[in-house]
């Protein structure tokens, strides 16, 4: 740890999310503790389901996790995936959440700001069309 090193705490995630289901009409489905990570993640479905082909619905999820054990930050992914243990939370966001999370901030004195700086932009819903856009060009070829 360093000076710089100042954890987020579970309340100002909680904001991130609520910020971020707000903004999209999202619900909570899964809350709880992430091992061996020793962090949380909270789980929205988005109401954007979508069919890529006949009977190909994908159901769309907003990922927030976070951790307590000085190594990871918060996340926040779009995921398709139902993360609701270690096992899904791994194949959703991979295991370097920095380099796999559409919006990732570090444990430090200035996080706050930064998470403020996720609020808002209609992030949740671009990613969603983007997908969408991106899954039925595959379903083309």
């Not at 779009?78 to 990732?104: E, F, Q």
Request: aromatic share 4%.
């Amino acid at each position: 740890m360093s000076e710089h090193y100042q954890p987020i705490q579970n309340m100002q995630a909680a904001e991130v999310m609520d910020a971020l289901v707000t903004e999209g009409g999202a619900h909570v489905e899964v809350a709880g503790a992430l091992e061996p990570v020793n962090g949380v993640g909270l789980l929205a479905h988005i109401p954007a389901d979508f069919e890529v082909t006949t009977g190909d619905a994908v159901r769309p999820y907003v990922l927030l996790a976070w951790g307590h054990d000085g190594k990871h930050g918060l996340a926040a992914k779009l995921t398709p995936i139902r993360v609701v243990c270690h096992n899904t939370l791994t194949a959703a966001l991979g295991r370097k959440w920095s380099t796999t999370a559409d919006v990732y901030v570090r444990h430090h004195r200035n996080a706050s700001v930064r998470i403020e700086e996720a609020h808002g932009h209609g992030l949740i819903r671009k990613k969603v069309e983007a997908t969408m856009a991106a899954y039925t060009q595959m379903a083309l070829r």
